[in-house]
T-cell receptor
Framework: EAGVTQFPSHSVIEKGQTVTLRCDPI?????LYWYRRVMGKEIKFLLH????????ESGMPNNRFLAERTGGTYSTLKVQPAELEDSGVYFC????????????FGPGTRLTVT | GNSVTQMEGPVTLSEEAFLTINCTYT??????LFWYVQYPGEGLQLLLK?????DKGSNKGFEATYRKETTSFHLEKGSVQVSDSAVYFC????????????FGKGTRLHILP
């Protein structure tokens, strides 16, 4: 069974540009989470989808970040316009109640804003 | 609020040395506790977990015991290997349902041959 996949693995953009990150969860997982690790700091929660609905978006830093999960399958996280402080590694995770809600993580997307 | 504090790294040890990475937490209620590991070039993997006080999680020779009285979940391994070199994250969820994970800052471990 395929794990959580994320694309791209690395993105380098200039301040003010737009970037879209994609996450494909494990097939059949209703829960999808986005997290971010800024250099040297802890991994922080951004938001949580249950199917296509946003269950908790309390961690989204500001309105430059937009997450979607149309159809309840893959999710995108758009940053527009990107700022220097948005640099970091963005992780996606998915879970399902039958597996005790254990969250399975993707490899992350490293975003560098210059 | 809920938070996790773990020892700063990097930690450098020789192969076969004993490892301890300290982790303490602050939480209301009865959190579940985790250790995640990120090997170079890979994503986060769940290493072990404990869901109630006095539970011991174990995997790949690593152990951690949920200590409610000291609010701690220290990671230990009796004899580390070069392949254990990675970043280790202590974490919690406020419950054992579909909660967001709250992570510590991570501890980078280097094992020298």
């Amino acid at each position: 069974e395929a794990g959580v996949t994320q694309f791209p693995s690395h993105s380098v953009i200039e301040k003010g540009q737009t970037v879209t990150l994609r996450c494909d969860p494990i097939s059949g997982h209703d829960n999808l989470y986005w997290y971010r690790r800024v250099m040297g700091k802890e991994i922080k929660f951004l938001l949580h989808f249950v199917k296509e609905s946003k269950q908790d978006e309390s961690g989204m830093p500001n309105n430059r970040f937009l997450a979607e999960r149309t159809g309840g399958t893959y999710s995108t996280l758009k940053v527009q316009p990107a700022e220097l402080e948005d640099s970091g590694v963005y992780f996606c995770a998915s879970s399902q109640w039958e597996q005790g809600y254990e969250q399975y993580f993707g490899p992350g997307t490293r975003l560098t804003v210059t | 609020g809920n938070s996790v504090t773990q020892m700063e790294g990097p930690v450098t040890l020789s192969e076969e040395a004993f490892l301890t990475i300290n982790c303490t937490y602050t939480a209301t209620g009865y959190p579940s506790l985790f250790w995640y590991v990120q090997y170079p070039g890979e994503g986060l993997q769940l290493l072990l977990k404990a869901t109630k006080a006095d539970d011991k999680g174990s995997n790949k020779g690593f152990e951690a015991t949920y200590r409610k009285e000291t609010t701690s979940f220290h990671l230990e391994k009796g004899s580390v290997q070069v392949s254990d070199s990675a970043v280790y994250f202590c974490a919690l969820t406020p419950s054992n349902r579909d909660d967001k994970i709250i992570f510590g800052k991570g501890t980078r471990l280097h094992i020298l041959p």
